[in-house]
């Protein structure tokens, strides 16, 4: 059974730094991308980052030049590190990891892990 743990979620005040952890109980090669989505009170969840199994990554608008999404194969384990925070950065962080088959897409949720960042 895949599991997927968030860590390094909290209260930051703006411009500040934080680096979120999602530690995968199998091998993240197993899956297509591995991500980062991001729900805020009363808004729909969205992509933050992903990274492929070859390590190309891409990111919401929002976040280009202050997140790195990284990844370490030997760990199971995707990073966000998550530089010059706002205050609209504040949601509960999931981690996401997708599988493709023929059959189609199997998405994969950690818990979520809650990121305040107050102004």
């Known amino acids: 059974q895949v599991q997927l743990v968030e860590s390094g979620g909290g209260l930051v005040q703006a411009g500040g730094s934080l680096r979120l952890s999602c530690a995968a109980s199998v091998s993240i090669f197993r899956f297509n991308a591995m991500g980062w989505y991001r729900q805020a009170p009363g808004k729909q969840r969205e992509l933050v980052a992903d990274i492929s199994s070859g390590g190309g990554t891409n990111y919401a608008d929002s976040v280009k030049g202050r997140f790195t999404i990284s990844r370490d194969n030997a760990k199971n384990t995707v990073y966000l590190q998550m530089n010059s925070l706002k205050p609209e950065d504040t949601a509960v962080y999931y981690c996401?990891?997708?599988?493709?088959?023929?059959?189609?897409?199997?998405?994969?949720w950690g818990q979520g892990t809650q990121v305040t960042v107050s102004s």
């Open positions: 996401n990891a997708d599988r493709w088959t023929l059959t189609g897409r199997s998405p994969y």
